[in-house]
């Protein structure tokens, strides 16, 4: 949990000690409607960020950080902001990897405070590609559960962006139910859907368990 009292603000929503979050949108532009204000205010306050995004949409990203207000190229070049896209992160040998991806986050949280900044935060953009394949699925939905009990280390927040679009409506349940605050229709509020992580990857096994017997 946040260990220094700072207050992270979405639309003037206070996080409190929930950093987890998970973000439903329909379209970019709805995103950065929502989001925009709490990416130039975390800039204002010195923060270090990194967002993740398609490789193919790097640069309408960019475009719209900037009509957000965001000096981008500044933030760039002196390290403030670093835009990368998934493959660097989420991908490991053609599948996600989930053990990698959480040291991956823990790392980028630590390497923030070796640069001196004092708060970091990490936005994961639409991840709808792991979606063609059953087990990457559930890799991330099991990644997005035990990234809990990393951040619960950390003064970080982490927001992950999903496509309505592209999410089918139970996958869309099971990311909610790893995320103790949600946004919706451009709203934060704390999600009474969350289940804790031990308690959701003990429900992940006893499918995976039935999956197997079910095929034997």
């Not at 130039?40 to 949409?57: L, M, P, Q, S, Y």
């Not at 990234?147 to 982490?158: D, F, T």
């Amino acid at each position: 949990m946040a260990t220094d009292g700072q207050s992270e603000l979405v639309g003037a929503v206070k996080l409190g000690e929930h950093l987890h979050i998970c973000a439903f949108f329909n379209t970019m532009e709805e995103e950065h409607r929502a989001l925009g204000s709490f990416y130039r205010d975390g800039f204002d306050r010195g923060e270090k960020a990194t967002h993740i995004v398609e490789a193919e949409n790097r640069d309408l990203y960019l475009k719209r950080l900037a009509e957000d207000g965001i000096d981008v190229r500044k933030m760039m070049g002196t390290g403030q902001l670093d835009v990368l896209p998934w493959t660097d992160m989420y991908v490991r040998d053609h599948r996600f990897d989930q053990d990698a991806m959480l040291a991956s986050v823990e790392e980028l949280i630590r390497s923030g405070a070796r640069a001196g900044y004092t708060h970091s935060k990490l936005v994961g953009h639409h991840m709808d590609w792991v979606f063609v394949d059953k087990p990457a699925t559930n890799n991330l939905l099991e990644y997005e559960a035990r990234l809990n009990h990393l951040l619960s280390k950390y003064s970080a927040p982490v927001i992950c962006n999903y496509d309505l679009t592209k999410v089918s409506a139970s996958v869309a349940i099971d990311i909610m139910r790893t995320h103790p605050v949600v946004i919706i229709g451009g709203l934060l509020r704390e999600n009474p859907f969350f289940v804790p992580p031990d308690k959701f990857l003990e429900e992940m096994r006893r499918r995976r368990s039935g999956r197997v017997a079910g095929a034997s």
